[in-house]
C-alpha cells in the first residue's frame, strides 16, 4: 500500500511561483501514473497533470504552459511547477497514484493566491 505526502503549498500574489512536491513511499518506477488534482470549494475536482511512467504527460487547458509535472525517480517524488498564478488556481492540491490495486491519494496541500 502506498502512501503519498504532497508539500509545497502556501500563499503567494498573482503572477507568482510555487513548487509541489509529492513523495511515495515506494519506489516511482511502479507506478504507471502519478499526477496532481485540485479540488476548490464550490468547484469539482479536476486534473491539472499527470505523468505515465513512460513520460507522457497531460495538461488541464487552463494550466498549460505555466504548469511543469515532472517525475524524480532517484527520490521517488512527483513535483508540480506552477508559474504564473492566476487568482483562479487556489485549491487544495492533491497528489494522486494510479495503476496500483486500487487509486491512492495524498492528503492535500493548499494553494492560495491573493494580493
Known amino acids: 500500500q502506498v502512501q503519498l505526502v504532497e508539500s509545497g503549498g502556501g500563499l503567494v500574489q498573482p503572477g507568482g511561483s510555487l513548487r509541489l512536491s509529492c513523495a511515495a513511499s515506494i519506489s516511482i518506477v511502479d507506478i504507471y501514473a502519478m499526477g496532481w488534482y485540485r479540488h476548490a470549494p464550490g468547484k469539482p475536482r479536476e486534473l491539472v497533470a499527470v505523468m505515465l511512467s513512460g513520460g507522457t504527460t497531460t495538461y488541464a487547458d487552463s494550466v498549460k504552459g505555466r504548469f511543469t509535472i515532472s517525475r524524480d525517480n532517484a527520490n521517488n517524488t512527483v513535483n508540480l511547477q506552477m508559474n504564473s498564478l492566476k487568482p483562479e488556481d487556489p485549491a487544495n492540491y492533491f497528489c494522486?497514484?494510479?495503476?496500483?490495486?486500487?487509486?491512492?491519494w495524498g492528503q492535500g496541500t493548499q494553494v492560495t493566491v491573493s494580493s
Open positions: 494522486y497514484a494510479g495503476g496500483l490495486r486500487s487509486d491512492v
